[in-house]
């Protein structure tokens, strides 16, 4: 099933006859690119999907802890972490949980709110968790049909699992020996020996950078028409 979804989505992105499609990242099975030592999962594979988000966070870093990378004569230091993931979304979750689970020592980074694209979904919003038959990989999973309890449901498990975030936004990365040294902005880097890109697709919103903007009045989303209804 994976591999027919997989196959698809590289034709859509590579090979689509007409128009422009988005171009993403070329990530082997395992999240690999081809900068050594750099990682993507969740949506930034191509497959926009809850479930395959999760796979595909906890498979990277299960790759990454059998990789040679970390071989008893390439041991970790206190400044250098084992994995770096970008991103505290459903894909970044996983990866951390795993991580940690592992005894890899890593960080996550957030530069918005943790599970942000899933919180910015509209309100009430139906969860398709497809493929029906699918469990994904690793401790995370989803059953919630709206919204609110899929938040709900995520939140409760990272809590369990005591996932802490980093309040970060990654500028950029760069290589610096054996080492993948992540750009912050406004604060000093923070350096990994693996970094995953769990970034998904969302992006965040622009702002305007005028007085008043973060009133609690100003939105930057529509999330539900109804609050509005007579306006
Ligand atoms: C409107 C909408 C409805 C959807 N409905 C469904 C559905 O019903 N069923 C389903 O299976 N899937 C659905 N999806 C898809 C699902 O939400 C995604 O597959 C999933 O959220 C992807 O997880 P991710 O971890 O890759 O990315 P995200 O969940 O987008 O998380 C990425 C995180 O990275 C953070 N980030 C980004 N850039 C940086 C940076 N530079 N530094 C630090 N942090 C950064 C973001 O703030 C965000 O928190 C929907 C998506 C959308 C947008």
Redesign the pocket.
């Known amino acids: 099933m994976f591999g027919i979804i997989q196959r698809y989505t590289h034709w859509l992105h590579t090979r689509w006859p007409s128009g422009h499609v988005e171009r993403l990242p070329a990530v082997g099975e395992n999240g690999e690119t081809n900068v050594p030592g750099l990682f993507v ?4 594979t191509g ?7 999760l796979d595909s ?1 906890v498979r990277t870093v299960r790759h990454i802890a059998e990789s040679p990378l970390f071989s008893k004569d390439s041991e970790s230091t206190p400044e250098t972490f084992d994995v770096v993931i ?8 996983a990866a951390a949980v795993e991580a940690k689970r592992l005894g890899l020592s890593y960080r996550l ?10 919180i ?3 309100k009430q ?6 493929p029906k038959e699918m469990t994904p990989q690793g401790e995370l999973q ?1 059953s919630a049909e709206i919204k609110e309890a899929l938040v709900e449901e995520l939140q409760a498990q990272v809590g369990q699992h005591g996932i802490e975030t980093v309040e ?4 950029r990365i760069e290589r610096e020996g054996k080492r993948l040294k992540v750009i912050l902005s406004g604060r000093e880097p923070i350096y990994g020996r693996t970094v995953i890109a ?7 919103h622009r702002t305007l950078d005028v007085p008043g903007e973060d009133l609690e009045k100003v939105y930057n989303r529509l999330y539900d028409p109804k609050d509005f209804r007579g306006q």
């Open positions: 999962c969740g949506d930034l497959i926009p999907l809850l479930k395959f988000s966070g970008i991103g505290a979304g459903v894909s970044g979750y980074l957030e530069s918005a709110t943790p599970l942000s694209t899933l910015n979904f509209p919003k139906p969860i398709y968790t497809y989803v970060a936004h990654a500028e769990a970034l998904g697709r969302s992006g965040n």
